[in-house]
């Protein structure tokens, strides 16, 4: 930074914890100042930047779009600069206060948030660990900086983004206990035509890879609906004879609810499971132990491991490969 600027490499970590907190308050708590010292801070930075970054929107504070647009950069700049400070190899996790956002679907925070954020605890109390539901919609959520880790079935097509498939799973039928399906030999024309079908789609579709291995056989089943996440779907099926889909790594939560799971009858394609990041993050160190965190879940799975099928090592997307459908489209 030039000396005409006035922005310094502390505004900047300022800005930038001032961006994740959208508060005054919470940001002195975090940089360990006084409210009035935040607020003159946060009035140097407006000055600077010629914007007022964070403006009142009710009774909380909301970033300027001008802010949101330069906040994957300051996160960039600062996350190099402490890396520059702080060597690899002198690296203490125990003295690394960070927050980490991490995006996916309902189902993975409900399996897995307990276990990380138990290790955390153990690892590395100065993180903290935030949890984002799938949006409807698409954004470069990675490269903006609203995410530092998204994890679950990875369909970016974005070249720079580093991607893991940790494992393979396949989804499987859910219903009630004591569901008519359930009894007898279930045949793809059963599952097809003796019950509603419930999806999950986080943008509200109708229609997914089931019904494209059903019409190659010539049947089609009757969708009456679709939620946004798993975990809701889950109560949905308690309650009714709709027949609904999970992942093999998520039949804890059907379980819990008493629900019973079954093998569908359709050849359906494998669901790549994973995680991506952006590359400014790759040689950060307590971003690696976050990775090596999740992966390590995601292969312990619910069954302690059973039926997952580990995939490659870390890897970039290779634009010659097919993408598989998502299950949660």
Not at 302 to 308: K, S
Request: with cysteine; charged share 25%; glycine share 8%.
């Amino acid at each position: 930074m030039t000396q005409s600027t006035g922005l310094d490499l502390n505004l900047l970590v300022a800005l930038d914890v001032l961006l994740e907190e959208q508060s005054v308050q919470g940001a002195a708590q975090r940089l360990h100042l006084s409210e009035p010292a935040m607020s003159r801070t946060l009035g140097r930075i407006r000055k600077a930047l010629g914007d007022p970054v964070l403006v009142r929107a009710g009774r909380r504070m909301v970033p300027t779009p001008h802010a949101l647009a330069v906040r994957a950069e300051v996160s960039a700049v600062v996350e190099r600069a402490r890396a520059l400070f702080a060597p690899v190899r002198d690296t203490d996790l125990r003295t690394v206060t960070r927050t980490f956002t991490i995006l996916g679907h309902d189902a993975m925070a409900a399996t897995q948030a307990a276990a990380l954020l138990a290790r955390a605890a153990r690892e590395a109390p100065g993180i903290r660990l935030r949890f984002l539901s799938e949006s409807h919609v698409d954004a470069p959520f990675l490269r903006q900086g609203t995410a530092d880790l998204e994890v679950g079935v990875i369909d970016t097509t974005a070249p720079e983004v580093h991607v893991e498939t940790v494992y393979e799973d396949r989804m499987l039928g859910v219903v009630r206990a004591g569901h008519p399906l359930l009894t007898g030999e279930l045949t793809a024309e059963r599952f097809a035509r003796e019950a509603g079908h419930l999806i999950v789609s986080r943008r509200g579709r109708l229609r997914g890879p089931v019904d494209d291995a059903l019409a190659e056989l010539g049947l089609e089943r009757r969708v009456v609906g679709s939620v946004g996440t798993y975990p809701a779907s889950l109560f949905v099926l308690r309650d009714t004879d709709l027949v609904g889909l999970i992942s093999r790594w998520g039949r804890s939560l059907a379980t819990t609810l008493g629900l019973v799971t079954f093998d569908i009858p359709l050849r359906l394609p494998a669901v790549r499971v994973g995680f991506a990041w952006h590359p400014r993050h790759q040689a950060d160190p307590a971003h690696a132990w976050l990775r090596d965190c999740v992966r390590e879940l995601m292969l312990r799975g619910p069954d302690g491991g059973q039926g997952l099928r580990p995939r490659s090592p870390p890897s970039t997307p290779d634009p010659r490969e097919p993408h598989l459908h998502s299950p949660a489209p």
